[in-house]
């Protein structure tokens, strides 16, 4: 079993859906990552949170740290918000231990 | 605007070859990585370097190399004794070993025939 479990893995969605991505995680963080990746490959940091809510534009992230749980929700969605978007949580060290991303497609 | 550049951005080569992948940074910052990204898999860490001069392994490190000669620098060698070397590899930078902010490169991927 993964130490950080996404789902779904895979989303379609139509233009103005409220989406929302979850990810699951076994062990103990200092801080946890939401990351969005183009088709082209490279990655953008989204949010970086330790607790609580953060919201960016239409993007809102949320962490539940007691549940080990977090979850990354987009509002309006637009089909340029189709990407991959990966979770990943920082360990000892600061190392980083990533989900497997969930394929977001958004449909005009 | 500082960032990491990584080039090529894509790459192929024969089989037996090694390969040299590049990744600079002008953020100043002191700790590198390099992860391999597969299919339906999540990036997985390959080495990373907290200061010049000095590397670690990460749980995938064999079949491949590093150096750290310079603070801006974080080369990775794919070696003919890796056995899958087809993938996506990405390099990231955070200010200092312990920071929790990470910046990540646009990615090479490796393409091996």
């Known amino acids: 079993k993964n130490e950080v479990e996404q789902s779904p893995q895979n989303l379609t969605a139509q233009e103005g859906e409220f989406i929302t991505i979850n990810c699951s995680y076994s062990?103990?963080?200092?801080?946890l990552h939401w990351l969005q990746q183009h088709p082209g490959g490279g990655i953008v940091s989204l949010f970086m949170?330790?607790?609580g809510k953060k919201k960016h534009g239409r993007l809102i992230a949320t962490i539940n740290i007691q549940e080990k749980h977090s979850s990354l929700h987009i509002t309006a969605s637009h089909p340029r918000d189709s990407a991959v978007y990966i979770c990943?949580?920082?360990?000892?060290?600061?190392?980083?231990?990533f989900g497997e991303g969930t394929q977001l497609t958004v449909n005009p | 605007d500082g960032g990491i550049t990584q080039s090529p951005k894509y790459l192929f080569r024969k089989e037996g070859q090694n390969v040299t992948l590049s990744c600079e940074q002008n953020?100043?910052?002191?700790?590198m990585y390099w992860y391999r990204q597969d299919p339906g898999q999540g990036l997985r860490l390959i080495y990373y370097?907290?200061?010049?001069?000095?590397?670690q392994k990460g749980d995938i490190a064999e079949g491949y190399s590093v150096s750290r000669e310079k603070k801006e620098s974080f080369p990775l060698t794919v070696t003919s004794a890796q056995k899958n070397p087809t993938a996506f590899y990405l390099c990231?930078?955070?200010?200092?070993?312990?920071?929790?902010?990470?910046?990540f490169g646009s990615g090479t991927r490796l393409t091996v025939v």
């Open positions: 990943a949580v920082i360990t000892s060290g600061s190392r980083l231990t």
């Open positions: 370097s907290q200061i010049v001069n000095d590397f």
């Open positions: 953020l100043n910052h002191d700790a």
């Open positions: 990231a930078s955070t200010p200092t070993t312990g920071s929790y902010g990470y910046t």
């Open positions: 949170l330790s607790s």
């Open positions: 062990v103990g963080i200092s801080a």
